[in-house]
């Protein structure tokens, strides 16, 4: 099994889009004529989070985006820190680049921040959202220092072990075939000159007064006026349930589910659940 095997039974295209001044790497597949759906990774992560998701909503007639963000993967890397009005325009600019004037955003961690973000802003442009393990919402330095910590560990030294712990952060249950190739394909993101070069602007949220200037608070969450499918893994090693239920509680019409033994990557580590689960709220969503 590889991950992009899990593809391998539907006509995809591995795609740079000109997104203003920088080149966004993107993953697209599905019927042009479909209703687009954008997949948004976590921090420092990159559009192979999705690859295990994509196929099923194919198959049912969207067109699928999944994304590396703004500075992130083999996205274009501005050279200042990244803060969440950045990662917006950067998602306004592809969702223009490829003709989507609404978009379903499915988003995990750091994905979940933007998506909600861009919704309580510009309404019109979210037709739904998908909150998967969404960070953004506190300021814990005990989690931020072991995000940087780990990351940098993984950027900055050759030891393809320090890119597997990273990556095992985001399991309840680390898969072994699956991780160890999603662990290759991070090594050679994380060891590229650009992104070494660029590994602090990305952890720019982890520390206190930026993230606490761009925290998604009640207020801003209480804007949100699309359909919203909070899912969170009852392991998730960087917030408990509770914080699943207060983001829930904060967004108007929301709904929660969690994830059994499962961490941080519902999408992928329970993509047998989150699938069918995720197309039915997007069934109800389009009524």
């Known amino acids: 099994m590889s991950i992009w095997t899990e593809l391998s039974g539907i006509d995809y295209r591995h795609a740079y889009v000109e ?29 192979e989070a999705f690859v295990r ?5 194919v198959e049912r007639g969207y067109r699928c985006h ?23 325009d950067h998602l306004i600019a592809y969702l223009d680049a490829v003709g989507a004037q609404r978009a379903h955003l499915v988003g995990e961690s750091l994905g979940g921040w933007v998506g909600s973000w861009l919704a309580s802003e510009h ?5 739904s959202l998908q909150l998967l393990c969404m960070g ?11 995000l940087k910590t780990s990351t940098r560990a993984a950027v900055l030294t050759d030891d393809v072990s320090a890119t597997r712990k990273r990556l095992e952060l985001l399991w309840a249950n680390w898969d072994e075939e699956l991780g160890e190739e999603l662990t290759q394909v991070r090594y050679e993101i994380y060891h590229h000159p650009d992104f070494q070069a660029n590994v602090d602007n990305l952890l720019a949220l982890q520390e206190v007064e930026r993230r606490e200037r761009n925290l998604l608070r009640p207020d801003r969450m209480a804007r949100i006026k699309a359909p919203t499918l909070v ?11 509770p914080e699943a239920e207060a983001i829930t509680a904060a967004i108007p019409g929301a709904r929660l ?31």
């Open 66 to 88: 999944a994304i590396d963000m703004l500075g992130h993967g083999y996205t274009g890397k501005p050279d200042h820190p990244a803060e969440i009005p950045a990662y917006v």
């Open 136 to 146: 953004g919402t506190k300021v814990n330095p005990e989690v931020m220092e072991r």
């Open 231 to 241: 899912v969170w893994g009852n392991k998730n090693p960087f917030g408990a349930v």
């Open 257 to 287: 589910e969690i994830f059994n033994e499962c961490g941080h990557w519902p999408q992928h580590e329970k993509a047998e659940v989150y699938n069918p689960l995720s197309l039915a709220f997007l069934d109800e969503a389009t009524r």
């Open 19 to 47: 997104t203003g001044d920088l080149t966004t790497r993107a993953l697209q597949a599905g019927p042009e004529d479909g209703e687009h759906v954008v997949f948004l990774h976590g921090t420092t992560g990159h559009l």
């Open 53 to 57: 998701n994509i196929p099923a909503y």
């Open 123 to 127: 309404p019109d442009r979210v037709a």
